[in-house]
T-cell receptor, first 113, second 115 residues
């Protein structure tokens, strides 16, 4: 059974710092890996999707990498801002079934002004 | 283009009552999903529908039923609500391009409390 783990569970950094969020998964047979952002009391917003054949994706100050063989992904946020404060969720779609997402429990990020 | 919409936003039920959560998407996606989110448990899949007319169980289907009314709408029904079903419920939709699943788009959620 695919399991997704995110470390740390919470992270607090000063504004302007570059930071890395980590995600690991137990089975490398995946279609893709996705990073989402969730603001308190809100739904999920897709940030980046990396197909299994890709190594990384970039969007603005965000860069996500994927090392499928080791079961790891990182989300790099450059020059963090208070508006980046949210919970970041990593999820994979395992191969061999339907397009069902398996989520990690998230990393709660606080960027202090 | 509203994306994925859910109604209601909030609901309080008494144990044993029934209700239906509504979800609609306007992106012409074939696949739709229902998740629940609980503190410390993350998001877990309840049911999904790969296309109109088909539904399948996810990780935590007990106590729920679903209906894929048409391509746009996917409803989740609680026949006899229990306190363990207190949660935030999210609906999502997605498409498959060249055999690869694409991004899932989520609705704003329904916050359900069962007393």
């Amino acid at each position: 059974k695919q399991e997704v783990t995110q470390i740390p569970a919470a992270l607090s950094v000063p504004e302007g710092e570059n930071l890395v969020l980590n995600c690991s998964f137990t089975d490398s047979a995946i279609y893709n890996l996705q990073w989402f952002r969730q603001d308190p009391g809100k739904g999920l917003t897709s940030l980046l999707l990396i197909q299994s054949s890709q190594r990384e994706q970039t969007s603005g100050r965000l860069n996500a990498s994927l090392d499928k063989s080791s079961g790891r992904s990182t989300l790099y946020i450059a020059a963090s801002q208070p508006g980046d404060s949210a919970t970041y969720l990593c999820a994979v779609i395992p191969q061999g079934g339907s397009e069902k997402l398996v989520f990690g429990k998230g990393t709660k990020l606080t960027v202090n002004p | 283009n509203a994306g994925v919409t859910q109604t209601p936003k909030f609901q309080v039920l008494k144990t044993g009552q029934s209700m239906t959560l509504q979800c609609a998407q306007d992106m012409n996606h074939n696949s739709m999903y229902w998740y629940r989110q609980d503190p410390g448990m993350g998001l877990r899949l309840i049911y999904y529908s790969a296309s109109e007319g088909t539904t399948d169980k996810g990780e935590v289907p007990n106590g729920y039923n679903v209906s894929r009314l048409n391509k746009r709408e996917f409803s989740l029904r609680l026949e006899s609500a229990a306190p363990s079903q207190t949660s935030v419920y999210f609906c999502a939709s997605s498409e498959i391009f060249y055999w690869n699943p694409d991004t899932q788009y989520f609705g704003p959620g329904t916050r359900l409390t069962v007393l």
